[in-house]
Each structure stands twice: as C-alpha cells, then as structure tokens.
C-alpha cells in the first residue's frame, strides 16, 4: 500500500534561512513523488514533480526535492526562506495504474522576519 | 482561464439537509477527483473519475455520493449532512497521460453542519 509520511506537523524559520521539509513514502513499486503547497484559503499548487529520470527535482519559487530511493525520501528544500513561502506544504505519492495521490498530512511552514 | 472551478465557496447546512456540491473543469481533462480537508489529517480521497462515465470509491465514501456529469462535471452530493462531514471539500482534475499527470484544484468549499 502506498502511504507517506511528513514529519513535523510545523516547521520554523527565519527569513533568508534554508528551508527543509521532509518526506518519507512507502511503495512497493517505482513511486511518482509530488510536492503541492497551498496558501491560507485557497487550493493546492503543484510545487515539482518525480517521475523518472534526473533525481533533483527543480521546481517553482526556488523550491527543489531530491529523490533518494535508497532512503525512501523526497525531501524539499530551498536555500534561502522569503516571507511568501508561509504556507501549508504536502507531499504526495503515485504509481502507474494507481490512478490517484495519497498524501502525506501536510507540513506548516512558518517564516520570521 | 479558470481551471477547477467549484461552487459554492461557503455552506452552512443543519443535520440532516443535503446539498451537492459542483466542481467543472476546463482543461478537457479525463480524470476527477473530490477529496476533504480536515486538520492535521492532510487530503483524503473520497469518490474519483477515471474517465467519463465511471467514478470509484477513495478513501472516505461514506455519506456521499458522485456523478460524472460529463466530461467536464463532477459533482458530490451529502444526501443527509452529519457534523462529521464539516470540512473543507476540494475538487481536482488532471490530464490524460498516466499517473504521473500532476492534479489541478479548485478553492475549495468550506461547508459547516451545524
């Protein structure tokens, strides 16, 4: 069965510090790996997408997610955190005939000036 | 260049009432999909479409019912509203292509059951 977990229900940092939020998935066969954010009050955003090829994944806003499939992880990470990344961010997992996501129960990121 | 658009934005429902709730996409997508929001809990799937004219149970089916209307239409209807089903309802579409198509959503409707 497909699951993911996200660990750290919150994560803090302050402005210009790196960013790193963490995603561990479970799948007995080659995942397709999604990160989405969401700001207060609106709908999901695809942030980057796995799904063969190139492991570091580069995406929108700066943000980028390297597949490790020794580790089980897909970690998002951008180098200098800005006040507009405040948001709700999820990882998600998918496989070929799966036909939908699984999510992982989303990580608040907080961003001090 | 809407996207996924769902309506309403906003409900409040007594126990009991129904409602459906609408979602239309505008990017000829072939598969839909509803999920609900609640803290801490992320997204979970409750009904999805394939394709026109099948749909599928998710995760959390009870108490709902969907119709793929066309391809373009995906409604979900709370036949009996029950204050466990206060959530926040999110509609999402992608394009054909295989499973590694990203999804696209709608804002969401945020309906309370009093």
């Known amino acids: 069965a497909q699951s993911v977990t996200q660990l750290g229900s919150h994560v803090s940092v302050s402005e210009g510090a790196l960013v790193l939020l963490r995603c561990n998935y479970s799948s007995s066969v080659p995942p397709y790996l999604f990160w989405y954010v969401q700001y207060p009050n609106q709908g999901l955003q695809l942030l980057l997408k796995?799904?063969?090829?190139?492991?570091l994944v580069k995406g929108i806003n700066g943000f980028e997610a390297e597949f490790k499939k020794s580790e089980t992880s897909f970690h998002l990470t951008k180098p200098s955190a800005h006040m507009s990344d405040a948001a709700e961010y999820f990882c998600?997992?998918?496989?070929?005939?799966?036909?939908?996501?699984?999510f992982g129960t989303g990580t608040r990121l907080l961003v001090s000036p | 260049n809407a996207g996924v658009t769902q309506t309403p934005k906003f409900q409040v429902l007594k126990t009991g009432q129904s409602m459906t709730l609408q979602c239309a996409q505008d990017?000829?997508?072939?598969?839909m999909y509803w999920y609900r929001q609640d803290p801490g809990m992320g997204l979970r799937l409750i009904y999805y479409s394939a394709s026109e004219g099948t749909t599928d149970k998710g995760e959390v089916p009870n108490g709902y019912n969907v119709s793929r209307l066309n391809k373009r239409e995906f409604s979900l209807r709370l036949e009996s509203a029950a204050p466990s089903q206060t959530s926040v309802y999110f509609c999402a579409s992608s394009a054909p292509g295989g499973d590694n198509q990203p999804q696209h959503f709608g804002d969401g409707t945020r309906l309370s059951i009093l």
């Open positions: 796995y799904t063969t090829g190139a492991t």
């Open positions: 990017m000829n997508h072939n598969s």
């Open positions: 998600a997992v998918s496989h070929t005939g799966f036909q939908k996501l699984v």
